[in-house]
């Protein structure tokens, strides 16, 4: 059987948030999985503008160490 | 002139005194160097994601400029070469923070001068009206007519120009606290994922 899900709606666009700071841990951690790695749009149904921006928005928490570049998976 | 974002972590594990010291040196810098700082923001001591030179706390603190890009060489060089520093980024600034910053600034400017330009115009009648009272004892009355009229009418003026300021910062009030409740609907959105 196939599932109709609701198409996800970027939550920038919803949200009406044209810039997203590097600095706010608290949105960024949102886009990573526990590895850390940056979940790609289709898992979260971001709009390619705002991925775009989350993208550069966490490269650059990384630099800061306000984001991780890598930590371990649990096992 | 581009405005940027310069972010660096301090070394915390130094006397308060000399952590204030490394990021005022920044900002001289900045200013020394024909920059204009926009808006300082210490952000105080905060945990590392990973750790630097086995610290796991940094203290942070940015700053949003506007300058020549002879200043970015510098301030890289200074940030580089003092090893307290443990990370810097300087980035063109792209926030819509700033902007809404500047029409606030513009518009209390804007209120000021105009608050000015009420005043002086009855300090304008106030002085035309004294000479007259001297010279013709008649007038007087009428001359006092105004007068009082006037000061009656200047708070009057002058009150509802006041409310308005009021009631813009309280709509500014209002706003803010609005995009923060956006952010954190953005946060509790989590379990989704």
């Known amino acids: 059987m196939r599932e109709t899900r609701r198409r996800k709606v970027c939550r920038f666009c919803e949200n009406k948030i044209s810039y997203i700071n590097y600095k706010e841990e608290r949105v960024l951690k949102r886009f990573v999985n526990e590895r850390g790695k940056i979940i790609p749009r289709r898992v979260t149904g971001n709009c390619a503008k705002h991925q775009r921006k989350l993208t550069t928005a966490i490269k650059r928490g990384r630099i800061l160490a306000i984001m991780a570049f890598e930590s371990e998976s649990y096992r | 002139m581009k405005v ?88 063109v600034y792209e926030g819509d923070m700033l902007e809404k910053k500047q029409r606030e600034k513009e518009q209390a400017q804007k209120e000021q001068a105009q608050k000015e330009a009420e005043s002086e115009n009855t300090d304008v009648k106030e002085t035309d009206t004294k000479p007259v009272k001297t010279e ?17 009418s200047e708070p009057v003026a002058e009150k509802p120009a006041a409310e308005e300021v009021k009631a813009d910062t309280e709509v500014k009030k209002e706003v803010e606290p609005k995009s923060s409740t956006d952010n954190e609907s953005l946060y509790n959105e989590e379990d989704e994922l």
Do not use: C, W
């Open chain 2, 4 to 91: 940027y974002e310069t972010t660096f972590i301090i070394n915390p594990q130094m006397e308060d005194a000399t952590i204030d010291n490394k990021v005022n040196v920044v900002s001289e810098i900045i200013s020394n160097n024909s920059g204009k700082i926009l808006h300082a923001d210490h952000m105080g001591t905060r945990k590392l994601a990973y750790q630097i030179k086995g610290l796991t706390q940094g203290y942070y603190a940015s700053f949003i400029f506007e300058s020549n890009t002879d200043v970015l060489k510098i301030l890289d060089r200074h940030l580089k070469l003092d090893e307290t520093y443990l990370r810097h980024l300087t980035i």
């Open chain 2, 136 to 152: 013709e004892p008649e007038i007087k009355t009428e001359v006092k007519a105004e007068t009082e009229t006037k000061i009656d």
